[in-house]
């Protein structure tokens, strides 16, 4: 085990444990999510200086000019993801980063395809997801525009970056039935969206407005 899995101080599980408490209080409802939260130590995906701060309710830097989702949007996203299903087999993750929410979603769904644009963030994620014995987890150093063609279609399609308008690959590459939460936007205006894939055609909900960095093209 590694110096940072144990956890000490404002890293136990008493902490973790008001982070729990909060998330419901903010209106997370699904109990799954809750135990895994509590149960996944975020302060190993952050720099040592930082890992003190790991609970709270805050985005923060994670190197690159990249930033971890707060813990409210993490739960946020994954519960609109699982829907009403509470379960899922095949989901595309766009913006591995620190590998936080690949970690939250591994222990939900049967496997997960996480693709990243900056590849030392990528490869750090992939240490701590292994350090955390998480390998249903499949990494691709790629464009996220560009989904992951070889394993679609998915059955849910999460991104943790902001794009103006949602890539046209990533609808395709979503399964009849299958539901994308992705933060849409630019200059501050940002929503999540909801898609879900219809027989024909796909239902988008507009739902609460967020904070992201920007989906980018091309790699790093
Ligand atoms: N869920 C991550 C969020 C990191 S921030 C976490 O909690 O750590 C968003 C990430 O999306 C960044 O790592 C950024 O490099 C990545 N990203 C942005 N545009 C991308 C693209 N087109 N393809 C793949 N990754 C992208």
Not at 67 to 79: D, F, R
Not at 188 to 205: C, F, H, M, N, P
Request: charged share 20%; with cysteine.
């Amino acid at each position: 085990m590694t110096r940072s899995l144990q956890g000490i101080g404002m890293t136990s599980l008493r902490t973790r444990e008001r982070m729990i408490k909060r998330l419901s209080e903010q209106g997370i409802h699904n109990k799954k999510i809750l135990e895994i939260m509590r149960d996944t130590p975020r302060h190993i995906f952050m720099d040592e200086a930082l890992a003190s701060r790991a609970y709270e309710d805050t985005a923060l830097p994670i190197g690159y000019n990249q930033t971890i989702s707060q813990p409210y949007i993490v739960a946020k996203m994954t519960e609109l993801l699982l829907g009403s299903s509470g379960h899922l087999g095949k989901v595309l993750e766009i913006g591995t980063g620190c590998g936080y929410q690949t970690a939250i979603l591994a222990q939900l769904v049967d496997h997960v395809y996480s693709i990243e644009r900056i590849l030392p963030l990528q490869k750090k994620a992939q240490d701590h997801l292994w350090d955390l014995k998480l390998k249903n987890i499949s990494y691709l150093y790629s464009d996220g525009n560009l989904g992951w063609p070889d394993y679609a279609p998915f059955d849910g399609i999460l991104a943790s970056a902001a794009a103006v308008e949602i890539p046209l690959q990533l609808l395709q590459q979503l399964a009849v039935g299958g539901i994308m939460v992705i933060p849409i936007g630019q200059n501050g205006q940002q929503a999540l969206q909801r898609v879900t894939r219809k027989t024909s055609g796909y239902d988008i909900e507009q739902l609460e407005a967020v904070t992201f960095v920007p989906f980018l093209s091309g790699k790093e």
